[in-house]
């Protein structure tokens, strides 16, 4: 029996806190579908416990300069790697990932956060505006209170790619996980302290969306980070927008991937699987909408089908596993549901499609061909390791085809041809792109969709300009000349 029960379910003011009196939440391995941690969710004197933290923390961490901030974020960052094998067996315990995956893509891409915003938070500055004798200048000043809420594909990844920018800038954070997925997170805290930050900066509270809700709609917070669906982004947004407060949403998305016939098909098959089955689908960013052209089709599909059939589906802690299961009981049946659609309505099913024959709540991955762009496969987010091929002949029909959606997060091109790679990613309407290779997010590229995927831009730099705002100072040098 794994046990994986943090101290207590909330880190509040630099510390474990407990309330017993909060809904339970059952952290459940997805691998066996065993409890392994009960939390309970914030009550309201836990929330008001962690905004007052926040608030205090805020101060004294926004006092200190650019430098001690960053220098704070950088021991982080070297911890958490220090710490990466303990901290990936947690993330894998927490969302079922494979242990293979999360050595590599989790506390790695947190740490990743923290080292690059610690290196930005001393070089944050205004800028001087001379005016003749008089001048201007600006001064970056931080938001305040941010709020982070996270979906459960990335719980690490999503607390350091929250918390980093924030805590750069000078604000204060509390981040609420998916109540799927609460156990990274309060690591994520925990060294954070460990590293010298000052109590109350960052802040993690458990909780289902209704905590979400209350956070997004206190009067002391100034800002809300989501990173979830559609549907609930919209709900967030208008929530914040109540409140006048800055927001960043990441949210879903059904992108495209343009295979051509003259991509290197090796590589194209290659970035189809990464942009569909890495943590089992369950990828914002995933290229599921894959548009291949007509003449290379049978070839792709069948190095496709080969390939695909290599998963080695298992127990995520054992390294040798890269393809592990789905988050939940309630994510598979969703993804279930969708793949009995595609074939009700008439894709063809040319691998899985069904769950694997073992505990836990596996699908195997799944490829249909044969796609039509009104099929709900093609159209709506599935969150799991669904593929849907879908043919082409021209390229301005596959521009047309591929914008043709609500959503904008992400979106790829295979070819050989410089010109044509260019000139198609500059028409597709996506914020995150790739050409000749698919999902890759270091912190150094600005990640974030158009459309209904979302509003602003995590990593790299623009992420200041969603975590701070500017003042701007007229200093007048001479006499005032009133009009009378
Ligand atoms: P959800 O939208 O269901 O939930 C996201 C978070 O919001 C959860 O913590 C949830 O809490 C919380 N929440 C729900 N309702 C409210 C509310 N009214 N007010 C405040 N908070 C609320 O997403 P999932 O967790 O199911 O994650 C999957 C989705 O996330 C997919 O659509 C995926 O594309 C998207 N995603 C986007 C990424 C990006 O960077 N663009 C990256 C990763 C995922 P609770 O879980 O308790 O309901």
């Known amino acids: 029996m794994t046990n994986a029960q943090p101290k207590a379910s909330h880190f509040i003011g630099g510390k474990y806190?407990?309330?017993?009196?909060?809904?339970?939440?059952?952290?459940?391995?997805p691998a066996t579908g065993e409890t392994i941690a009960t939390l309970h969710a914030a009550t309201p004197p836990i929330v008001d416990q962690a905004l007052e933290a926040a608030r205090e923390g805020q101060k004294i961490w926004a006092a200190m300069t650019g430098t001690e901030r960053g220098r704070i974020l950088r021991r982080a960052a070297d911890m958490i790697r220090d710490r990466n094998r303990e901290l990936s067996e947690l993330e894998t315990l927490d969302t079922g990932k494979p242990l293979q995956e999360t050595l590599v893509a989790d506390a790695t891409s947190g740490?990743?956060?923290?080292?690059?915003?610690?290196?930005?938070?001393?070089?944050?500055?205004?800028?001087?505006?001379?005016?003749?004798?008089?001048?201007?200048?600006?001064?970056?000043?931080?938001?305040?209170?941010?709020?982070?809420?996270?979906?459960?594909?990335?719980?690490?990844?999503?607390?350091?790619?929250k918390g980093a920018p924030a805590l750069a800038c000078g604000n204060a954070m509390i981040f609420k996980p998916s109540e799927t997925t609460p156990l990274c997170a309060l690591k994520v805290a925990e060294i954070l302290y460990e590293a010298g930050l000052p109590a109350g900066a960052y802040n993690v509270i458990q909780g289902y969306g209704e905590v979400g809700a209350k956070l997004v709609t206190d009067a002391r917070v100034d800002k809300v980070s989501l990173t979830g669906?559609?549907?609930?982004?919209?709900k967030v947004y208008a929530a914040a927008a109540e409140g006048m407060k800055h927001?960043?949403?990441?949210?879903?998305?059904?992108?495209?991937?343009?295979?051509f016939e003259d991509a290197d098909i090796e590589d194209a098959v290659g970035g189809a699987i990464l942009g569909n089955f890495y943590s089992s689908g369950q990828v914002c960013s995933n290229g599921t909408r894959v548009f291949v052209h007509k003449a290379i089709k049978d070839k792709f599909l069948k190095r496709l089908k080969d390939r695909t059939e290599a998963a080695v589906l298992g127990d995520p802690m054992n390294e040798a596993t890269n393809f592990g299961p789905m988050v939940s009981k309630a994510q598979m049946d969703i993804v279930l549901g969708y793949i009995n659609k595609g074939v009700d309505e008439?894709?063809?099913?040319?691998?899985?499609?069904?769950?694997?024959?073992?505990?836990?709540?596996?699908?195997?991955?799944?490829?249909?061909?044969?796609?039509?762009?009104?099929?709900?496969?093609?159209?709506?987010?599935?969150?799991?390791?669904?593929?849907?091929?879908?043919?082409?002949?021209?390229?301005?029909?596959?521009?047309a085809r591929a914008n043709d959606t609500q959503f904008g997060l992400s979106a790829g091109v295979f070819t050989k041809d410089?010109?044509?790679?260019?000139?198609?990613?500059?028409?597709?309407?996506?914020?995150?792109?790739?050409?000749?290779?698919?999902?890759?997010?270091?912190?150094?590229?600005?990640?974030?969709?158009?459309?209904?995927?979302?509003?602003?831009?995590?990593?790299?730099?623009?992420?200041?300009?969603?975590?701070?705002?500017?003042?701007?100072?007229?200093?007048?040098m001479g006499p005032v000349e009133a009009q009378f």
């Open 111 to 161: 740490a990743d956060a923290l080292e690059y915003f610690g290196g930005l938070a001393a070089t944050l500055t205004g800028e001087h505006i001379q005016l003749g004798q008089d001048w201007v200048y600006t001064i970056r000043e931080p938001l305040g209170i941010c709020v982070g809420i996270g979906a459960w594909n990335y719980p690490t990844q999503i607390a350091c790619w």
């Open 229 to 234: 669906s559609v549907p609930t982004g919209r």
């Open 346 to 399: 008439g894709a063809k099913l040319i691998t899985g499609g069904k769950p694997a024959d073992r505990k836990g709540f596996f699908i195997e991955p799944t490829i249909f061909a044969n796609v039509t762009d009104d099929m709900t496969i093609a159209r709506e987010e599935i969150f799991g390791p669904v593929m849907t091929v879908l043919d082409f002949e021209a390229e301005e029909e596959v521009i």
């Open 17 to 29: 806190v407990e309330d017993t009196a909060g809904t339970e939440i059952h952290c459940v391995y």
């Open 418 to 476: 410089l010109t044509r790679a260019h000139r198609v990613i500059a028409r597709l309407e996506a914020g995150s792109c790739w050409i000749n290779t698919y999902n890759l997010a270091p912190v150094e590229a600005p990640f974030g969709g158009v459309k209904a995927s979302g509003v602003g831009r995590e990593n790299s730099k623009e992420a200041i300009n969603h975590y701070s705002q500017v003042k701007s100072v007229y200093v007048a």
């Open 247 to 259: 927001v960043t949403m990441e949210l879903g998305g059904k992108s495209p991937m343009i295979v």
